[in-house]
């Protein structure tokens, strides 16, 4: 039974940092690409970040590139992301991904993902 369990959220001024953790089992943990999603009141799920099942390669969502940062490590299979320079629009529940993907892929299309998360909530105060 495959379980990802999100941890890190909470409140947060605007400009401030959060670390978003994502502790997974029951799955061979270097075989997938593991990634964040977002999800704001009303707003549809978004793509933030993914990394490969290796760590070698990474993306991005454009509205993120600079502020956040995705890894993992492999040892804890736990995927991490640290967010910074937070901005109220970063508001939202924050879902961890799995997708199977051996190797370098670290693309995550939401159609592809095999396993979510409950997700945690980051709230972003002005």
């Known amino acids: 039974q495959v379980q990802l369990v999100e941890s890190g959220g909470g409140l947060v001024q605007a400009g401030g940092s959060l670390r978003l953790s994502c502790a997974a089992s029951?799955?061979?943990?270097?075989?997938?690409?593991m990634g964040w999603f977002r999800q704001a009141p009303g707003k549809e799920r978004e793509f933030v970040a993914a990394?490969?099942?290796?760590?070698?390669?990474?993306d991005y969502a454009d509205s993120v590139k600079g502020r956040f940062t995705i890894s993992r490590d492999n040892a804890k299979n736990t995927v991490y992301l640290q967010v910074n320079s937070l901005k109220p629009e970063d508001t939202a529940v924050y879902y961890c991904?799995?997708?199977?993907?051996?190797?370098?892929?670290?693309?995550?299309?939401?159609?592809?993902?095999?396993?979510w998360g409950k997700g945690t909530l980051v709230t972003v105060s002005s």
């Open positions: 991904a799995a997708r199977w993907a051996p190797g370098h892929i670290a693309t995550m299309p939401l159609q592809g993902v095999d396993y």
């Open positions: 029951g799955l061979t943990f270097t075989s997938y690409a």
């Open positions: 990394i490969s099942g290796s760590g070698g390669s990474s």
